[in-house]
């Protein structure tokens, strides 16, 4: 009696969100989500936002909004990404339910069955989904520590017609690295030789704690290759849903009237908080208490994995965002191990959730240093040292 | 160097959303939107639970949530559709981003390029355009005063292998009418027969100001063939976009999972003040409130167009709802007349909108009557007396 698409068969539940929902009610210590730290929430602003958008204009908080975002808030999206270096002549900025929703209305816009997409391996699990559920086919590109591997992905360009590569080139999820400005550069000049677009996947481009800014791909992208999702769930809320994309017009366009059918709008409320966030005189010292909190917390974590870890466990040092990663350069099956240490206490996330292919046993983990106590990471990570 | 899915390259934005914003700014009476009186909105009762979830619990107020919607508010909807007579025994419930978003959600599904999906002639142009948006073969059939026209509904589940009806039996958008229990259970029959699945959607179910209870087909429902979209728009508010579906458990499942790349999950502030409006002493007595004064507007509008309007210009008259059809028999286009309309200051939305073909004359519009006031109700029918 129910026969399902062929997009969505074969599609599994994130594995992530699986584990999350294993250490639900658990009291665990765990780096295995992807939220900010409960402290940096600016609560008390949200509040006063909202009861001031209920007092004084709650048509404008309640009914219908229009499809491509509360104007006030575009304005300011459009000043923010202007100052980002990004040009608006030919482009255009949306609000979305999201940072995820930016991935899945390009897809739905551009994507037929059997295109092809390139991805990082490792890659965030919600933008392969993304891919696997239009059908494309998923080819994945290995990440070095500066970012994509350029010979590994000129070699996928030349055998395949590339419609789209989905990046995170800041902040890496799940690698918490950072793409070097040269490889930003040589990947536009490859979009321009093999004809492909770009999305750039960027969460986390607020929350560095050290090292040089390195500029967006889409402030370098003079030819309209790049679709850029911005989000405000690790600055300021994930709960309240808001991101953006900063697109080309043509594909905007399009990305508009698929959201229209997707979700006709974006939650009012949660996008005229997001609008007062970007002018609230308190944002550049909330954001540089994030990165602080959290430049400390990876140091940390950095020195407890260095102590309490064997030492062919190795780690990246990234310069921000929210997530670490370790390889284990010795045969340990990391998906196997989970359980045992989810038995002590504490949970990761195994590297092969991030891949492509996950039946592969995978020697990886990816840590999350925003949320736990510092108490915690250092009993977490000692734990850890038990477990492996 | 932009080249679009086929499945979106030719939707168009919606037609009502257009005249929408021709309408914005402008001194108009309009009867062309379909959103809830302001009147009605409980803005005190969503401040204050707001304030008190913030308050409270800010970190499941403002971090991430689950997919298939917050704990409270999914119990709280099992019990409300329980005592509507759906049975949990094979169903389940999930929040969804808005009504809109379980159309979505359930085309993308179960719908492969090519499935046939039946509609009703006039129908919601956005339950329309999500299956042109997964190339499905929409084809219509003509709703009549009690429902779909079940002769031609035959004749077409003899033509095609029909995948899914997508269907609005109760205060129908935009007829404003009621589907009969006979018909409700005469379809399911034939979805027995022919081996089909269901989508009925009602936004508008609760909105009853006059006649008798109809059963909802999902509780009729003893096959699992019905995906039952329920919404907080019209009773709640549309700009906190929470809507929710009862359906089969298999058909849920594969639904949670397109929901977590679409959107991840809905606002957490949305589903916290929907949970306790399900729960709020002032419930019934507040549906109540919107049941009166639609009906009143309703009754109100109906007479005015008795008056004012020619009397070939015949219209529904709705049990519940927000929306009243009218047909004008003369050769008249009422896509045409808008402009002349809106130079009057009245808007309304003509009746191509809802069609599948939109290129054809259309002789018949939609008005809301929640929204306008009772004196703009019988200011805008005479200024449409002067424009027919």
Known sequence: MYTFSTKIKDLEGSAIRAVLKMAQGKDLITFAGGLPALETLPVDFINKTIDKALTENP???LQYGVTDGYGVLVERLQEKVKKMGMSLKDNGVMVTSGGQQVIDLVARSILNEGDVVLCELPTFIGGLNVFKSYNAKVIGVPLEQDGIDLEALEKQLKENKVKLLYTIPTFHNPMGTTMSELKRKAILALAHKY???????????????QGEDVPTMKSLDA????IYAGSFSKILSPGLRVGFAVAPKPVLEKMVVAKQVIDVHTTMLSQIVAAEFLAWDGYDSHIKNCCDLYGKKARLMSECIDKFLPEYITHTNPDGGIF???DINKDVDTKELLAKAVDLKVAYIPGYTFMIDTDKPCNSFRLNYSMPTEEDIIEGIKILGEVF
């Open 223 to 226: 030819e309209g290759r790049v």
């Open 195 to 209: 004809d492909f677009l770009i999305i750039e996947d960027n969460p986390y481009g607020e929350l560095r704690f």
């Open 59 to 61: 048509g404008l908080a």
């Open 324 to 326: 670490m990663w370790c």
